[in-house]
């Protein structure tokens, strides 16, 4: 497929009734560009990181009542799953799209993560373009800016991980809505392209690459 960007009903799909509706239209608008953004950025997530990284797009698999509010493309250093390990994220919202590194809480090395970002407290704090995002939740669309964090405030997010048994942290860029539909999809790939050579400083980090 040609990829061209995301529009009006891509981000209405979250407004779809019914598990099954919206399941159905999920597949049929959303998912075939995910699956084009997966195979596009593998190659340069892998070359960009030094890890072979491989494709995820969310099935939803395990819902039997309540849709899906967000979707998503995963990509990590696994076949066969991403949850458990540092990842790169590319996904939507009904408000906004997301570009992200994720740690969630099914990861066994959140400790050992927690404490290199704290080793490196310095570098990230200074180092995370101002306009970049953090959020402690993966399943809650809202995020803080980090322009707008204080330096213990980051330290505490790593702290967090270290000692909360459900901890996450994710951090990258998000784009409202309404700017996602006017990009073309050029831009879009440059911005994606953009966030995720920002964010791989992260990836490196946990994964302990030098």
Same mark, same amino acid.
């Given at each position: ?8 009903? +891509?981000? +209405? ?5 019914? *598990? @099954? ?11 075939? &560009?995910? %699956? ?22 969310? /099935?939803?698999? $395990? ?5 899906? !509010? +967000?979707? #998503? ?6 076949? $066969?799953?991403?949850?458990? *390990? ?12 997301? =570009? ?15 404490? $290199?970002?704290?080793? !490196?407290?310095?570098?990230?704090? /200074? %180092? ?5 995002? #953090? ?9 803080? /800016?980090?322009?707008?964090? !204080? &330096? %213990? ?10 000692? =909360?048994? &459900?901890? @996450?942290? *994710?951090?990258?860029?998000? =784009? ?25 400083? *992260?990836? !490196? ?6």
């Amino acid at each position: 497929m040609k990829f061209k960007g995301f529009t009006k009903e +891509d981000f +209405d799909v979250f407004l779809i009734d019914g *598990l @099954e509706a919206r399941m159905e239209a999920l597949k049929e608008t959303i998912r075939p &560009k995910l %699956e084009f953004l997966g195979q596009y950025f593998s190659p340069f997530l892998t070359t960009l990181t030094g890890d072979e990284m491989y494709v995820h797009v969310a /099935k939803h698999a $395990r819902r039997t009542i309540n849709p899906p !509010k +967000d979707t #998503w493309v995963a990509f990590a250093n696994n076949a $066969r799953g991403y949850k458990m *390990l540092p990842h790169f994220q590319i996904g939507l919202w009904n408000t906004h799209i997301f =570009i992200w590194f994720a740690v969630i809480y099914e990861a066994p090395q959140k400790v050992v993560i927690g404490e $290199r970002f704290t080793k !490196k407290l310095n570098k990230l704090y /200074k %180092e995370t373009p101002k306009d970049f995002v #953090w959020s402690v939740d993966h399943t809650k669309p809202e995020t803080v /800016k980090h322009q707008d964090l !204080k &330096k %213990e405030e980051l330290q505490s997010f790593f702290q967090r991980l270290q000692t =909360i048994k &459900k901890a @996450e942290l *994710l951090s990258g860029f998000v =784009i409202d809505r309404e700017k996602v539909i006017q990009l073309t999809p050029e831009e879009l790939i440059e911005q994606i392209d953009t966030v995720f050579k920002q964010v791989a400083l *992260l990836y !490196k980090i946990a994964m302990n690459i030098k």
